[in-house]
């Protein structure tokens, strides 16, 4: 029996899907090439892409038209426009950093057995904002909202660690460092040595600094500006959270951390 039509994806149907695919890719392209300068002229953005400049001009006509791009009289260059702007900020809607958190924290806690947490650094307190609990039967809790003085937080010290030192250095002036436990810094220059440290090692240490018998270890998570806007930690017993396992367990926080950066378009300085 003869077979009837054209096979599957064949004739002129396929050949402008295929088209149409295409140009939807040079687009794409374009809009990361014109987004990635202040801007451009037709000449640069052809180059760039390698493509013929009539090309190029039907696709920013075209992208133009839905406020993708746009063209500035200035100096005849194109830039980025409204509506990529409009886009992106659906992004992060959705990626905020609590959002973007939320399945590394659940793996974290998985991992190492240890209640991970989230906070942010807000009046001179590590506020925490997020957490996963332990299934361990003496574990760390904190509600949402709940407040640590930054220098004895392991949070605290990790996002105070991301600053300049000279900011830090302002940032002590005329503050009184509460001691809550033996082990609490209490002087301006031993908390600047501590924070010295973490940035070294990627990672800050709690050591019963706030409550005894609980150590935590924290790590920071950067935006698109390589500054913190959040720290991400495990925090548990001092028995489990022994010293052997606080320098096994940092770099698995720091890589947490670093995952949440990287799903929120943030980049570590």
């Not at 451009?40 to 001009?57: F, G």
């Not at 609980?214 to 010293?243: K, T, W, Y």
Request: charged share 25%.
């Amino acid at each position: 029996m003869a077979l009837r039509g054209r096979p599957k994806g064949s004739g002129r149907g396929a050949s402008e899907e295929a088209g149409a695919v295409k140009a939807l890719d040079r687009a794409l392209r374009l809009c990361g090439v014109v987004a990635e300068a202040d801007g451009l002229t037709l000449t640069a953005i052809a180059e760039r892409l390698d493509l013929p400049v009539s090309t190029v001009h039907r696709l920013l006509s075209t992208l133009s038209s839905h406020g993708w791009v746009e063209a500035q009289a200035s100096d005849q260059t194109w830039a980025i426009g409204v509506e990529a702007f409009r886009v992106g900020q659906a992004f992060s809607r959705r990626m905020t950093p609590i959002a973007a958190a939320r399945p590394v924290m659940r793996e974290l806690m998985e991992a190492t057995g240890e209640t991970a947490n989230l906070g942010i650094f807000e009046g001179g307190d590590a506020v925490f904002v997020a957490q996963v609990e332990s299934r361990e039967p003496i574990r760390a809790f904190f509600r949402a909202g709940e407040r640590r003085a930054a220098h004895a937080s392991g949070i605290g010290k990790a996002l105070l660690a991301a600053r300049p030192v000279a900011e830090v250095t302002r940032w002590l002036r005329g503050r009184s460092l509460d001691e809550f436990t033996v082990g609490t810094i209490t002087t301006a220059e031993a908390l600047l040595a501590d924070l010295s440290a973490t940035r070294a090692r990627g990672f800050s240490i709690d050591d019963e600094e706030r409550s005894p018998g609980m150590r935590c270890i924290a790590a920071a998570i950067f935006d698109e500006n390589g500054e913190a806007v959040a720290g991400l930690s495990i925090s548990g017993q001092s028995q489990r959270l022994d010293r052997a396992s606080l320098e096994r367990l940092g770099p698995v926080v720091r890589e947490a951390a670093d995952r949440v950066t990287a799903a929120i378009g943030g980049r570590r300085p």
